[in-house]
């Protein structure tokens, strides 16, 4: 059980407090609900840049490092198709610092044209390291591509192309930032050695009189279903083959979604799992294989991967008959009890693993914040799924008709 408080001031800012007096630092973990699924299909990795400008200097703040660094804490951030976060650890002593600093960059940047220039030149560089020359570096943009038509889950967070990013106007990131940083659109949460007594004075002197703005809202896009097979094979310079296939499914508070989470568990986490017994240790076709999902707001897809020994067509073949194998020996018979106990079990100490340093807990009770949720509600969520369950999950995810299968092929000599 976390205990925590939670309060929202007159601007619309959400503000969860959790209490741990046995340590000496406060992780405050600012959330806000905009991410790549905000972006135009134009200017696509924009979400992404801008978690490299909030680091370029605000209104009052030149050095955001600089001033995190000196009161003696460490700060980071993360963008996903939806939500952006920004989070800084401090002695509990300095934690003022990171309401001054996180209130600064929420009110406004610099916009300074040498930071925009700078950070587009960092973006661009790390589209090429990971994207271009990465082995496999453009899966997930190939993946997604292949899933999704309509919806802007089709794109990852780093963007389509460099090409978008280097156009980015300073027009266009004061339009981004004041549609979308705002009071209104995040959560902030802090836990630590601190009380709620201080966290609503610090949070009402330094983020209070910031005015809530107009949040641009991305109109509910349906992906259009998927109504038969789609493929894809590509040549790239690549170790070894691998393949990929996707299964549209219901995105985070559906139903079943806890129930495809644990499945994925069940198909490839840890040495006693279907995948590791049936696909690696008594097959000769797979290196490794995989299952996991995408875990989006909307709906995503439940992705099944595999590294080969032989790039030939019949051992390409061969993996994915093992695929369908898998995954109709599910549809067929179900799971058991006891392996459906140890995947929730695993996860059970996964999960409150995480929840043991402050900026873990932080990042998750403003998660759940935002969500709508009780962080306490989690675990018995999936302590009650039942094999059942988990059948219904597989019948409503692996229907061969929706597949869409990837294959990487290494170049020919």
Not at 328 to 357: C, M, P, Q, W
Request: glycine fraction near 6%; hydrophobic fraction near 40%.
């Amino acid at each position: 059980m976390i205990e925590y408080t939670s309060f929202t001031l007159p601007n619309g800012l959400k503000v969860v407090h959790h209490a741990d007096l046995t340590c000496s630092t406060v992780a405050v973990n600012l959330l806000y609900r905009v991410g790549a699924r905000d972006e135009d299909s134009r200017r696509t990795g924009m979400a992404h840049l801008f978690e490299h400008l909030m680091f370029g200097g605000s209104a009052n703040v030149p050095d955001f490092d600089n001033a995190i660094e000196i009161a003696g804490g460490w700060n980071n951030a993360w963008t996903s198709n939806d939500y952006t976060n920004f989070y800084e650890v401090l002695p509990a002593c300095n934690v003022e610092t990171a309401f001054w600093v996180e209130s600064d960059r929420m009110l406004a940047l610099a916009f300074s044209d040498k930071a925009l220039e700078v950070q587009k030149n960092v973006v661009c560089e790390e589209f090429k390291q990971t994207c271009l020359n990465k082995p496999y570096g453009d899966f997930g943009a190939l993946l997604r591509e292949l899933v999704f038509k309509k919806h802007p889950y089709r794109w990852q967070t780093i963007g389509l192309t460099m090409e978008h990013i280097k156009a980015v106007t300073q027009d266009e990131v004061r339009s981004f930032f004041y549609s979308h940083y705002a009071p209104n659109n995040a959560v902030l949460a802090v836990a630590g050695n601190i009380s709620i007594g201080q966290v609503r004075e610090l949070a009402e002197k330094w983020f209070g009189d910031i005015p809530a703005r107009e949040i641009a809202r991305t109109p509910g896009i349906t992906e259009p279903e998927i109504t038969e097979p789609r493929s894809l094979t590509v040549r790239r310079s690549v170790p070894q083959a691998m393949v990929a296939q996707a299964f549209p499914m219901e995105g985070y508070g559906s139903p079943l979604y806890e129930a495809a989470d644990i499945l994925s568990d069940i198909l490839s986490v840890g040495k006693a799992s279907r995948f590791y017994r049936n696909l690696i240790m008594a097959d000769t076709v797979f290196t490794d294989a995989d299952a996991s999902i995408l875990g989006s707001d909307d709906p995503g897809y439940f992705l099944l991967t595999g590294r080969l020994h032989s790039s030939d067509s019949a051992s390409v073949k061969a993996a994915f008959d093992a695929f369908s194998s898998q995954t109709a020996h599910i549809l067929d018979n179900g799971v058991s009890a006891d392996e459906l106990e140890r995947a929730v079990n695993k996860f059970e100490s996964n999960y409150l693993f995480s929840n043991t340093s402050c900026i873990s807990k932080a990042q998750n009770l403003a998660m759940c914040a935002m969500r709508g949720e009780d962080i306490n509600s989690i675990l018995p969520r999936y302590r009650a799924l039942s094999p059942e369950k988990i059948s219904l999950a597989a019948q409503a995810i692996f229907n061969p008709r929706r597949a869409c299968s990837l294959t990487y092929l290494p170049l020919e000599n």
